[in-house]
């Protein structure tokens, strides 16, 4: 994987390399400070896809996740705090999980998702409070392919399959039971 800088110090368009371990490095995310770079990797034993933190630049990487499930879709929350990620338990069925972006902490789960609503090369979005995650491919489709060149009131009947109503935010306020 390599990163185009566009700032000073580097001629534009120069790439600069993430990582050039063995196997298989995908789905970069860069930190919101640009200092790190979440990925997926199958690791040096090209055994099983986990998530991984490094450094931009030279230096070896931290492993965050191990379990024997495919791990993918990292993405730090705006705070730089967390990683969220997705593990794919069968052909069916995913998991939407968080865990300390320094490593060593446990992962916490927050949905259990269903396919094809999620796969392996979807986005996962972030709300700016770092509160709140969008996971999967409809998501991806519906909102931030076609970005403004639709009113954004058919982008989100497009993602939900429904017209918007005030239920949530009245319920969210303490507004409505």
């Known amino acids: 994987m390599k990163l185009r800088p566009t700032g000073e110090g ?7 390399p993430l990582t050039a371990f063995p196997g298989i490095q995908t789905q970069p995310s860069l930190s919101p400070d640009g200092s790190q770079v979440a990925f997926t990797w199958n ?22 996740t191990t379990d024997p499930l495919r791990d993918y879709c990292p993405a730090w929350s705006p705070d730089g705090r967390q ?8 052909g069916q069925r995913a998991r939407l999980f968080v865990i300390p972006a320094l490593g060593g902490g446990m992962e916490r789960k927050l949905a259990d998702l269903e396919l094809p609503d999620i796969l392996p090369d979807s ?27 639709r009113p954004a009131i058919e982008s ?22």
Do not use: C, Q
């Open 43 to 64: 690791g040096p034993n090209e055994d099983n896809f986990d998530i991984y933190v490094k450094l931009v630049g030279p230096g070896e990487p931290v492993r965050l």
């Open 83 to 90: 990683i969220a990620f997705v593990r794919f338990i069968n």
């Open 123 to 149: 986005v996962l979005s972030w709300a700016p409070d770092s509160r709140h995650i969008v996971a999967g491919a409809r998501f991806r489709e519906e909102v931030l392919a076609v970005g403004g060149s």
């Open 10 to 16: 580097s001629p534009p368009g120069a790439p600069v």
């Open 156 to 177: 989100f009947k497009a993602f939900r399959g429904r017209e918007p109503t005030v239920d949530a935010l009245l319920r969210h306020s303490g507004m409505a039971a």
